[in-house]
């Protein structure tokens, strides 16, 4: 079957670092999307990977391991704003989206 | 601004009654979705199209029926609403079906309600 994982809460403090953590398991690959959802809101493409290695994007960066079937998005200097949903999806072999089902995370001030 | 748009944003209807969703672009893209989210979960494909070629998947209950007359609107319809289709409804447009075109470009969502 096909699987996504990732964790379903994460608490942080304002200006530190957080590395929301996702695994996969589709069939098929063709890269991993993350995608941040505020409260209520629709959820907005933050990076794309298909290829091995870390990708920054100012305080956002992603990394992928296509052997470990593991991607993780990586959020520096944290704002208050950042206090989101982080949703990981997979493309499969169909170029279909699979999805997690999210990590919330939480910024203290 | 180029966008995806989707009225309204908060839909109230009865049990039973049917209720139309719209969503339109003004990207021009083929690639049109549909989806419907429940608080805390992963956003659920119902269906797709590519241009004009529709795409249900296998688990989309009979209820939910989707239009796409032109390539800027698309609906959503659900025949017999239940209680338990009250989610939010996302709709979503890409230029294409293969990386990197698939990026998927969201519109804001239409919360439904079900009394």
């Known amino acids: 079957g096909q699987n996504i994982d990732q964790p379903t809460e994460m608490t942080a403090t304002e200006g530190a670092i957080v590395q929301i953590n996702c695994t996969y398991q589709t069939s098929g690959f063709n890269g991993l999307f993350w995608y941040q959802q505020h409260a209520g809101e629709a959820p907005t493409f933050l990076s794309y990977?298909?290829l091995d290695g870390l990708e920054e994007k100012g305080r956002f960066s992603s990394f992928l391991s296509r052997s470990k079937g593991y991607s993780y998005l990586l959020l520096k200097e944290l704002q208050m704003k950042d206090s989101a949903s982080y949703l990981c999806a997979s493309v499969d072999s169909n170029y279909q989206l699979i999805w997690g089902a999210g990590t919330k995370l939480i910024i203290k001030p | 601004d180029a966008m995806v748009i989707q009225n309204p944003r908060y839909q109230v209807t009865q049990f039973g009654k049917p209720v139309t969703l719209s969503c339109s672009q003004t990207?021009?893209?083929?690639?049109m979705y549909w989806y419907q989210q429940k608080s805390s979960q992963a956003p659920k494909l119902l269906f797709h199209?590519?241009?004009?070629?529709?795409?249900n998947e296998a688990d989309t209950p009979d209820n939910f029926q989707s239009r796409r007359p032109n390539t800027s609107f698309c609906f959503l319809d659900i025949r017999s609403p239940g209680l338990g289709d009250a989610a939010m409804y996302l709709c979503?447009?890409?230029?294409?079906?293969?990386?990197?075109?698939?990026?998927?470009?969201f519109g804001p969502g239409t919360r439904l309600t079900v009394l």
């Open positions: 990207l021009n893209h083929n690639v």
């Open positions: 990977n298909v």
């Open positions: 199209y590519y241009d004009k070629d529709f795409n």
């Open positions: 979503a447009t890409s230029r294409g079906k293969d990386p990197p075109s698939n990026e998927q470009f």
